[in-house]
């Protein structure tokens, strides 16, 4: 005679943690840059200035004391125009906005000159490349430039990898290296047609990938009542984030394996009672394997003198939160409901039935709960009864 008892709906557990809760906080956007202080008449002013939002939102710029012949491209923030007088223009302040917060560049000021010649400046340039790649996997650096006059500017790069390509109109080097080596010296500069400005001399070290082997886990069940469903299933992973399969050596005849994840799965029958040995089941990213320490599985025939055990698997605490670090389970049972002296331990989150054998003439109590990783343990099941004959 088989038993089961009810004790999915009672296994609960006292709260575990409380409930977090957090606010997110707006940062501010960023802007920078230097507007062009001097210009000639009759000649076009461009400014553009660099803005982000940590947030990635939408920005809107403004633009306080502006001189009648400048414009902004409140979008984007750049400032064009095309005096046709001289003076000075003082207290420009460019602002930038993401809803929430407004940040401004330092306050400037235009004069415009009625003859002479605008002194032009170098163009600025900035960005530290990556000195170091791997064979196979994808480079890529791109440089930030900016002209405080506006001009438009134009990349070059001295001593360029042969694995990689380069732009000239955003100073973007990239590509995906074949072979190992040190490409050193490389420069990249920019330029706005009257003077050129470089970053800092450069190296790229590109080496070869060293594989790490994939890790697996998992403690599986010891024994199974004939009759009753067995499964187990490994945690595997690969630090690589290669794809993994699975193994199995010395698999029980009554059972299946998913080659996909590791799965060991079936019902053994009356028939097929005895202890299955030196099951090892692996995991392989394609170059490495590893194994699960080998076990053994018993099928255990209680027709007699034993009670079968089953219940639900607690999913949430009793605050409502997700249970999260479940072990396994421990039942309590005896002779008497109220003294429960006996327990066995199911080290197995994943189990959800055990058979308890060799049970004397009489009737029984069983209760069972749940305990954590951290050894917090639920309140008993409802206790439940059975009569051994």
Not at 47 to 52: D, I, M, N
Not at 173 to 199: C, E, H, K
């Amino acid at each position: 005679m088989r038993f089961a008892s009810s004790l999915a709906a009672v296994v609960a557990f006292a709260s575990f943690a409380g409930v977090v809760s957090a606010q997110t906080v707006n940062r501010p956007p960023t802007i920078s840059g230097t507007p062009p202080s001097v210009i000639k008449v009759n000649t076009s002013y461009n400014f553009q200035p660099t803005a982000v939002d940590p947030e990635g939102k939408a920005l809107k710029f403004t633009l306080v004391n502006k001189p009648g012949w400048m414009v902004l491209a409140p979008n984007s923030g750049r400032l064009m125009g095309y005096p046709k007088s001289p003076g000075t223009y003082s207290n420009i302040i460019l602002r930038v906005s993401d809803g929430v917060n407004t940040v401004s560049l330092p306050a400037f000021s235009v004069t415009v000159n009625s003859t002479g010649t605008v002194a032009n400046r170098a163009p600025t340039i900035s960005g530290t490349p990556a000195t170091t790649a791997t064979v196979g996997t994808a480079y890529s650096f791109q440089p930030s430039a900016n002209d405080a006059d506006g001009n438009t500017l134009g990349f070059t790069i001295a001593n360029r990898p042969s694995w990689a390509t380069f732009n000239t109109s955003t100073g973007r080097l990239s590509g995906t290296p074949t072979a190992t080596g040190t490409f050193s010296n490389i420069q990249i500069r920019v330029s706005d047609g009257r003077a050129t400005t470089s970053l800092p001399a450069f190296s790229i070290n590109v080496t070869n990938s060293s594989n790490r082997a994939p890790v697996i886990s998992g403690t599986p069940a010891r024994s199974v009542n004939a009759g009753s469903a067995y499964s187990f299933r490994p945690t595997a992973s690969d630090p690589d984030g290669n794809s993994l399969t699975f193994s199995i050596a010395n698999r029980p005849s009554w059972a299946s394996f998913n080659t996909s994840n590791g799965q060991l799965s079936g019902t053994p029958s009356a028939s097929q009672v005895g202890t299955y040995s030196n099951i090892t089941i692996r995991v392989s990213d394609g170059r490495v394997t590893t194994s699960l320490p080998a076990f053994s599985i018993a099928v255990v025939d209680v027709s007699n003198g034993g009670a079968v055990l089953s219940w639900t698997a607690p999913t949430s605490n009793t605050d409502g939160s997700t249970l999260t670090n479940l072990a396994g389970y421990r039942i309590s049972y005896g002779t008497n409901a109220s003294a429960l002296t006996q327990t066995v331990q199911v080290a197995n989150p994943s189990v959800t039935n055990y058979t308890i054998g060799n049970l004397s003439p009489g009737t029984y109590y069983f209760s069972v709960r749940a305990y954590t990783s951290n050894g917090t343990e639920s309140a008993n099941s409802n206790v439940s009864s059975k009569v051994v004959r």
